[in-house]
């Protein structure tokens, strides 16, 4: 689990979250387009979907290929979206999930 990507890792299990809470016409698609996570086909692969759950769909699984240095700049675009609770489950996801990782110490 160490070596896996960061947004595999915070996605992992989070879709149904994402398509309820992620307010995805915020105008985050710009801030990561401008900050180099998504290129500009992704953007426009994300507003071609009509609603807004296949557009959350889409751009989880954009996301999933995306490399891990991209990580820090999602979670700080959130937060300029003002979705700061969507970029905190997303960071404790990772927690848990190393959290669930580390071997279990008796005392």
Do not use: W
């Not at 989070?14 to 992704?42: M, P, Q, Y």
């Not at 300029?80 to 959290?99: E, G, H, M, R």
């Amino acid at each position: 689990m160490a070596n896996a990507n960061r947004f595999i890792q915070a996605l992992r299990g989070k879709t149904a979250f994402l398509e309820n809470r992620l307010d995805i016409d915020s105008g985050l698609l710009t801030l990561l387009e401008d900050s180099g996570v998504l290129s500009n086909r992704h953007v426009s692969s994300i507003r071609a979907n009509g609603d807004r759950y296949a557009k959350v769909e889409t751009l989880v699984n954009i996301l999933r290929t995306c490399d891990d240095g991209k990580f820090d700049i999602f979670i700080t675009e959130l937060r300029n979206s003002s979705q700061n609770d969507v970029a905190d489950t997303l960071v404790q996801n990772i927690v848990d999930q190393a959290n669930l990782q580390l071997p279990h110490q008796v005392a």
